[in-house]
């Protein structure tokens, strides 16, 4: 006789959470909440232990890569370019 799979069973693996961590300051956010009111650091989606998925931070990115040409410009300029 087969035994019936408990439906219960599948949930496990999905869990839902009604609030997710915030991995920079480590409070609770509500998980349809997509920047934490806390630290105001931007989360992602909450993952299977409960936490918030670090965003990926274009701008600080781009405004890190824009300070090092500025930089090269600037040696450039002052030191190199006759
Ligand atoms: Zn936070």
Same mark, same amino acid.
């Given at each position: &006789?087969?035994?019936?799979?408990?439906?219960?069973?599948?949930?496990?693996?999905?869990?839902?959470?009604?609030?997710?961590?915030?991995? /920079?300051? /480590?409070? /609770?956010?509500?998980?349809?909440? &997509?920047?934490?009111? %806390?630290?105001?650091?931007?989360?992602?989606?909450?993952?299977?232990?409960?936490? %918030?998925?670090?965003?990926?931070?274009?701008? %600080?990115? =781009?405004?890190?890569? &824009?300070?090092?040409? &500025?930089?090269? %410009?600037?040696?450039?300029?002052?030191? =190199?370019?006759?």
């Amino acid at each position: &006789m087969a035994r019936k799979k408990d439906p219960a069973a599948n949930k496990v693996e999905t869990k839902t959470f009604t609030v997710k961590k915030c991995p /920079y300051c /480590y409070t /609770y956010v509500a998980v349809k909440d &997509m920047q934490c009111n %806390a630290c105001g650091k931007r989360v992602g989606v909450v993952d299977s232990s409960g936490w %918030a998925r670090k965003v990926f931070d274009w701008q %600080a990115y =781009l405004g890190a890569v &824009m300070a090092v040409i &500025m930089f090269l %410009a600037f040696y450039y300029w002052a030191f =190199l370019a006759e």
